[in-house]
């Protein structure tokens, strides 16, 4: 049986915090593997890809420049229903509110700028697990 795969971000936040470690440690005591891993600063043009469905909102640019203002470390984590797993892991998107025990409940708070900045990115379905990997990991 095939396995599914994931695409999970420790965003800038998290690398330049020194999180990436406990974000990686969590991933792996649930279970899941570590297929591969990348560390890099992502260009505007992957972040415009990844995050097209955002485009109109007005968070975007603060999005993508937040994005883009250091290293991310990019997951390819697989498991059995690893996609829904992980966000489940992740917690809720706003840090003030994700339920403690999740990784953006325990380690993240609200830091009052235009985009939240909340550690980690994980894929929310099989069609954007399928786009985002082929796009972190081409
Ligand atoms: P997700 O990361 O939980 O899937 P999305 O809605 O896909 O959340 O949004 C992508 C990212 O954009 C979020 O992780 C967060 O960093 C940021 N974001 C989403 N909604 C808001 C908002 O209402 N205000 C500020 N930033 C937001
Ligand atoms: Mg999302």
Do not use: C
């Not at 591969?36 to 968070?59: C, M, N, Q």
């Not at 990019?74 to 003030?96: C, N």
Request: glycine letters at 10%; a negative charge; charged letters at 25%.
């Amino acid at each position: 049986m095939a396995t599914e795969e994931t695409l999970v971000l420790v965003k800038p936040d998290g690398v330049a915090r020194g999180l990436t470690g406990q974000i990686l440690a969590r991933i792996e005591a649930k279970g899941y593997e570590i297929v591969d891993i990348r560390k890099l600063t992502p260009g505007r043009e992957v972040l415009a890809a990844h995050y097209a469905e955002h485009e109109s909102k007005p968070f975007y640019e603060p999005l993508v420049e937040f994005m883009s203002s250091g290293d991310v470390v990019a997951v390819r984590v697989a498991g059995h229903r690893v996609i829904e797993g992980f966000r489940s892991l992740a917690g809720a998107t706003e840090p003030t509110t994700a339920a403690p025990g999740t990784i953006r409940g325990d380690l993240g708070r609200d830091w009052g700028l235009k985009v939240q900045q909340n550690l980690v990115h994980g894929s929310d379905s099989h069609e954007s697990a399928a786009r985002e990997l082929a796009l972190w990991f081409s």
